[in-house]
């Protein structure tokens, strides 16, 4: 079947961003181009606590209804996968590399997992080891390194040091010098976020409002406020500013939104950003309002808005080898 | 009635401390002796959208079933409460008073609201003004001002500056000087931790633990470390340590708890308590976690581990004429 549409749009690999809360899965085509994508839902297949056995029958079978057509109509696509995928409660362990790391993956470091049409490469995730001495944290991150790689190849080339920020959940601060990830860092900003909206006292607060930009900017310049009174007092402010009558309630979420960036940027920037160029990547409203918390210390960034796994997922194929550099020419079918 | 017992251990005064989640209801005898006390459940009567006459009854009713036998038994005995009773979702709204405040609240601040069988007398709430050009940040509180006044009632008479610590689901830091709050702040510290405990991925990564006064030392550690990288990066520094085998996932809640009360101390004690002697007030555990936090910045702390809202009520009631300084006597019946 491949045959019958080489000449035109043949498909080349098959590519999955299966995280926790969310799943995309990609038929890429020469170049990476995107040829078909879908949203499997696959629920909360990596918090069952099943037995090894039902959890790859789980897992097989939510592979199999996310991409098992595709896989019929060519049999020896090759197919990749990042993501939550990859833990120790996914569908295989897929370790972690350990910064630095080179930005090229290769092929003795993807996880194999057979399944019973052909197998599955699982991306492995990457990790800080934290210093003896607590100098330095330890941090991970799994799924936002391939992301972080499909970012890069957005972007015209460049030498020098960067660093990425994916704003998020968990946002990633990743810094990359000479084409690899020598440290990141993790900030849980947006889960924050979400937990004072959805279950306390500011949420409580708050009205259904509308997007509020100056509110926005309100909470950027209280977040940036120097000297800081910490994130814990600086939230609690937003609910005095609502009962003194000097913030509607409907603009709250906005506010809170700006001290949070606020906060997370002014103390990652020195540490993961100093003299780097900036390329912010991800939800197009996120980055924007990234851009503007940077924008506070004098420090402009680029924006690709948009998720980069797709790319990151090619990038990584070709690096390990699962398919030609050029993607003229398919694989043999491969055997474990 | 109270004739037949004035001779051995008269009541004086109902002192309720209403808040929004716990309510507290207290019979003080001479001296602010406690003689009984209740714990009501008033569920979630602040919270109700209803319309001010069906609120209205609500209270009456549930202070009716929290204390109406002691009214019945002691017709002409003052009452007074502090706490969200006197807030806009309340019984009647108290107001604020607005920092600086004198620690002796004059009877012209009290709220009177009449009830079927006498009045209830209400606590006005403190509140920080911001200052126009954003330099002063706006706060809020309402009960925990009758708590601080309770707890420099238990203190050996001072005239030095002084700062409070009511550490909390809102921590408060209240600077005490010339026998005047002067400014404070608020922490949702323990907002926080309960969120993200409760409903955030450092929940799920947690087991059930047991105290670990380690893991709580280090958290301290690592919220104190120099620079900061900030709250949202440390909480999930957490569980980087627990995925990397350095942290034991039950002893995962006190690491915790030690973030996010050094965030708070290294924040709040250089803005509110520099040069100041420190008291801790409130729930002991807590207490001495806060005393742990400051000994990391060389202060010291004296603790009242106690909560001290009956000792402010009865502070409150004396200062606004509600009943004798020596509590000797009872006041005539109010007539509003």
Same mark, same amino acid.
């Given at each position: 079947? =491949? @045959?019958?549409?080489?000449?035109?749009?043949?498909?080349?690999? =098959?590519?999955?961003?299966?995280?926790?809360?969310?799943?995309?899965?990609? $038929?890429?085509?020469?170049?990476?181009?995107? %040829?078909?994508?879908?949203? *499997?839902?696959?629920?909360?297949?990596?918090?069952?606590?099943?037995?090894?056995?039902?959890?790859?029958?789980?897992?097989?079978?939510?592979?199999?209804?996310?991409?098992?057509?595709? =896989?019929?109509?060519?049999?020896?696509? *090759?197919?990749?996968?990042?993501?939550?995928?990859?833990?120790? @409660?996914?569908?295989?362990?897929?370790?972690?590399?350990?910064?630095?790391?080179?930005?090229?993956?290769?092929?003795?470091?993807? /996880?194999?997992?057979?399944?019973?049409?052909? +197998?599955?490469?699982?991306? #492995?995730?990457?990790?800080?080891?934290?210093?003896?001495?607590?100098?330095?944290?330890?941090?991970?991150?799994?799924?936002?390194?391939? @992301?972080?790689?499909?970012? %890069?190849?957005? $972007? #015209?080339?460049?030498?020098?040091?960067?660093?990425?920020?994916?704003?998020?959940?968990?946002?990633?601060?990743?810094?990359?010098?000479?084409?690899?990830? +020598?440290?990141?860092? /993790?900030?849980?900003?947006?889960?924050?976020?979400?937990?004072?909206?959805?279950?306390?006292?500011?949420?409580?607060?708050?009205?259904?409002? +509308?997007?509020?930009?100056?509110?926005?900017?309100?909470?950027?310049?209280?977040?940036?406020?120097? #000297?800081?009174?910490? $994130?814990?007092?600086?939230?609690?402010?937003?609910?005095?500013? &609502?009962?003194?009558?000097? $913030?509607?309630?409907?603009?709250?979420?906005?506010? &809170?939104?700006?001290? =949070?960036?606020?906060?997370?940027?002014?103390?990652?920037? *020195?540490?993961?950003?100093?003299?780097?160029?900036?390329?912010?990547?991800?939800?197009?409203?996120?980055?924007?309002?990234?851009?503007?918390?940077?924008?506070?210390?004098?420090?402009?960034?680029?924006?690709?808005?948009?998720?980069?796994?797709? @790319?990151?997922?090619?990038?990584?194929?070709?690096?390990?080898?699962?398919?030609?550099?050029?993607?003229?020419?398919?694989?043999?079918?491969?055997?474990?």
């Amino acid at each position: 079947m =491949i @045959q019958n549409t080489l000449d035109t749009s043949p498909p080349r690999l =098959i590519a999955l961003d299966w995280g926790t809360s969310s799943q995309r899965a990609w $038929l890429l085509g020469d170049g990476g181009r995107i %040829l078909d994508v879908r949203r *499997p839902d696959f629920g909360l297949l990596g918090t069952t606590g099943d037995d090894p056995e039902s959890r790859t029958r789980a897992y097989e079978a939510a592979f199999d209804e996310a991409c098992g057509d595709w =896989i019929a109509a060519a049999p020896d696509l *090759p197919a990749i996968a990042c993501g939550m995928v990859g833990s120790a @409660q996914g569908w295989r362990e897929a370790g972690y590399l350990t910064t630095p790391t080179d930005l090229a993956i290769g092929a003795g470091d993807l /996880t194999a997992v057979p399944h019973p049409r052909g +197998v599955l490469h699982l991306v #492995p995730g990457m990790r800080v080891a934290p210093a003896a001495d607590g100098s330095v944290p330890g941090d991970v991150m799994r799924g936002e390194e391939t @992301q972080i790689i499909g970012a %890069l190849g957005l $972007l #015209p080339p460049t030498d020098g040091p960067l660093t990425i920020v994916l704003p998020g959940t968990h946002s990633k601060w990743a810094r990359v010098e000479d084409h690899k990830i +020598v440290s990141f860092a /993790t900030a849980m900003s947006g889960e924050l976020y979400g937990l004072v909206m959805a279950h306390g006292i500011l949420g409580r607060t708050a009205t259904t409002g +509308v997007r509020d930009d100056a509110a926005f900017g309100r909470g950027l310049t209280t977040g940036t406020s120097v #000297p800081s009174r910490g $994130l814990p007092a600086e939230l609690f402010g937003a609910r005095a500013l &609502v009962l003194d009558g000097l $913030l509607d309630p409907a603009s709250l979420p906005d506010y &809170v939104s700006g001290v =949070i960036i606020a906060d997370e940027v002014r103390h990652l920037l *020195p540490h993961y950003a100093a003299g780097h160029r900036i390329l912010l990547c991800g939800n197009a409203d996120l980055c924007r309002r990234y851009a503007a918390g940077l924008r506070v210390h004098g420090m402009a960034a680029d924006i690709v808005a948009e998720e980069a796994a797709a @790319q990151g997922l090619w990038r990584v194929a070709i690096d390990a080898g699962l398919l030609d550099p050029d993607a003229s020419t398919i694989p043999e079918k491969e055997t474990l």
